[in-house]
């Protein structure tokens, strides 16, 4: 009963999130909405690696530059819509995440090791895109404005809050799939105890290679939402370390390796940083309230809001 409970609440949430904007006629509150599951989406994205497989990752935004910069050349310079350049976009995603994985895992890496060699290649390609004259260097791309769903482009704020809205759906989906699956139970396994899940006879190398190329996917194709949303594209933005921390941070704060831990995060990190930008004018103030609550989440709440929640909700039950 009470997962068919469980799964109404989400219908409802899901048709609640799909008619908000016929009531909402502000842009700046679905500009917000659709950054929050924007986030939520890349911060599912490290959550296959780092919350199911326990795959510490700080380079997650290599995948997210890779793909913007795979389907952007591809329009700007052969003329090819983003609608197709997306899933060129994908496959350069999982392809470094291939190569990535490959280069780390197959050498025993881990932990902070593993943690600080994805750093390094985000920061290798960072270099790479600034030297190289067909990503546009360090003036970087400039994208068209020119509206249609072939160049996932859109008039007005509710088209990409749609467009935001169905990829954060289906990080959901495959999150669920992770969460039934004998895969996923192999990456649980593997962040539980890696060298036991590798005595009971699982690929342990083979796992952990597809769990980065999943993130990697991801990733490429949030790299082509955000090129054409903002119509531009620079090394320090495609590359960009604090999108990396962003996405870590709002999948710890929701809740490691459970499904709906990135978007709670988001929601509440984001909200938390709009409500201070309005009640407190000073910038520098507003950062240290976000500061203080990010720390009192993380130091208290090592399971995030939603270990918190099912605490609450086991409590009740008793």
């Known amino acids: 009963m009470a997962i068919s409970i469980s799964r109404w609440v989400q219908m409802g949430l899901l048709v609640l999130a799909v008619v908000l904007p016929l009531a909402i006629q502000n842009n700046f509150y679905l500009d917000v909405l ?3 599951f924007f ?12 919350g199911y497989a326990g795959q510490f990752s700080f380079g997650g935004v290599m995948f997210f530059g890779t793909g913007a910069y795979a389907s952007t050349i591809l329009w700007t310079t052969y ?50 895109a600034n030297s190289v004259e067909f990503t546009g260097g360090g003036v970087g791309i400039f994208l068209n404005f020119e509206p249609s769903i072939m160049n996932l482009q859109f008039i007005n704020a509710r ?11 289906i990080s959901i989906i495959i999150a669920m799939w992770l969460e039934r699956s004998r895969f996923g139970a192999q990456l649980i396994a593997i962040r539980e105890n890696e060298d036991a899940a590798e005595a009971l006879g699982i690929n342990v190398l083979r796992s952990k290679i597809l ?32 999108l990396s921390v962003e996405m870590l941070l709002v999948t710890i704060v929701g809740g490691m390796g459970t499904v709906f831990g990135p978007l709670v995060g988001s929601f509440v990190l984001h909200i938390v940083t709009e409500v201070a930008k309005h009640l407190i004018e000073s910038p520098g103030l507003s950062l240290i309230v976000y500061g203080f609550i990010l720390i009192l989440i993380i130091a208290y709440l090592p399971n995030g809001l939603i270990g918190l929640f099912k605490g609450l909700s086991g409590k009740r039950g008793k």
């Open 211 to 242: 769990a980065i190329m999943i993130m990697g996917g991801m990733g490429g194709a949030a790299g082509t939402f955000y090129a054409q949303k903002y119509l531009y594209l620079d090394p320090p933005i495609a590359y960009s370390i604090a």
């Open 34 to 36: 659709t950054i929050i």
């Open 79 to 128: 003329g090819i819509p983003p609608i197709y350049g997306v899933f060129v976009a994908i496959l350069a995603g999982a392809i470094v995440g291939l190569i990535v994985g490959y280069a780390s895992f197959r050498y025993g890496l881990r932990g902070s090791y593993f943690a600080l060699i994805t750093l390094a290649f985000a920061e290798m390609l960072r270099i790479i």
């Open 39 to 50: 986030t939520a989406y890349l911060g599912q994205s490290w959550n296959i690696l780092g």
């Open 159 to 169: 088209g990409f809050y749609y467009l935001s809205l169905g990829m954060v759906v």
